[in-house]
């Protein structure tokens, strides 16, 4: 069943899409749309048609809402759904997430520590700007996040910002030293998988002109520019991130927008990602990461 969404406080226009069981959904003047799924059942992660929606949805536009119309405590649907997407459209499996933990990570609040430390989507504390796992030598292509119980109390608010918008609001400059190999990225203590595990040196952007072929990783506070052209670009990227031109270009999901049962799945190179403050203790999301590729890496 088709339904319209209204997202955030930006005004939404339905369309037509040429998947029979999508409804896209188009942002202010934001041109490429956001899929919504309906999933009736949880066996649709084995049907070939469904799976083939999910890849097309991800590959043309870099971001997908499911909608689950069942209970899964367990998230066993996307579970199977990663698997046969690696079966059948060539995905790489789940990666884990540090030496302490699996394929599937709770986000909730929590005084839970890895190694001693509290990663940034566990605390209440607004998370700025970034891609997931830009410390990794092959940072995963896709994440998704599976609602189990919204923030009830108004915050947890997830922003989407795409790297093709980005990069128009950057000059020549910026875009060539961040193409650049003069940045230190810093292994967070709490996502180390070896003892020895310190930091990477690498660029933070890759320029194609196939379609997806500009990537970028990001996080600004483990970051460090090794040269000061190389600085200046990145202070440039954050300028422009923290200006309130690019809130032209950004999609605010509230919890209203993603309420229990749905799933937002995301290409972690083609689009950055925020969160504001959380306000509800009980908020309750569960992560999973896949496809994991050298950063740069393009499918032919």
């Known amino acids: 069943m088709q339904r319209l969404l209204r997202v955030g406080h930006i005004a939404t226009q339905a369309t037509a899409s040429h998947f029979v069981p999508t409804l896209p959904i188009r942002y202010h003047e934001i041109s490429s749309p956001i899929p919504l799924i309906e999933v009736s059942k949880s066996s649709s992660a084995f049907q070939p048609s469904h799976l083939r929606d999910v890849h097309d949805s991800l590959e043309r536009t870099g971001v997908l809402q499911l909608h689950l119309g069942f209970e899964d405590e ?86 989407l910002l795409s790297v093709d918008r980005l990069l128009t ?17 810093a292994v967070p203590p709490e996502f180390k998988k070896k003892s020895d595990e310190q930091h990477i040196v690498g660029n933070l952007l890759q320029m194609r002109q196939e379609l997806g072929g500009n990537q970028l990783r990001f996080r600004e506070d483990i970051t460090t520019p090794l040269a000061p052209e190389a600085a200046e670009a990145l202070d440039e990227l954050k300028a422009v991130l923290y200006n309130k031109g690019v809130q032209e270009w950004t999609i ?41 590729r050298p950063f740069g890496f393009l499918k032919q």
């Open 169 to 185: 609001l950057l000059s020549p400059h910026a875009r060539t030293w961040l193409s650049s190999s003069n940045y230190m990225i």
């Open 252 to 292: 605010n999901l509230t919890p209203q927008d993603l309420p229990r049962g749905s799933i937002i799945m995301m290409d972690n190179r083609r689009w950055l990602h925020s969160r504001n403050e959380v306000r509800d203790p009980n908020r309750h999301l569960r992560r999973v990461r896949w496809d994991a």
């Open 74 to 159: 367990k998230s066993s649907y996307l579970q199977d759904l990663i698997r046969n997407l690696s079966k059948n459209h060539d995905h790489g499996l789940p990666i884990t997430h540090s030496a302490e933990r699996g394929w599937f990570w709770d986000v909730r609040p929590s005084g839970v520590q890895s190694h001693g430390h509290q990663a940034r989507s566990e605390t209440m504390s607004c998370f700025d700007w970034h891609t997931d796992c830009s410390y990794e030598s092959h940072p995963p292509r896709y994440f998704a996040l599976q609602v189990l119980q919204p923030d009830r109390c108004g915050g947890g608010t997830l922003s």
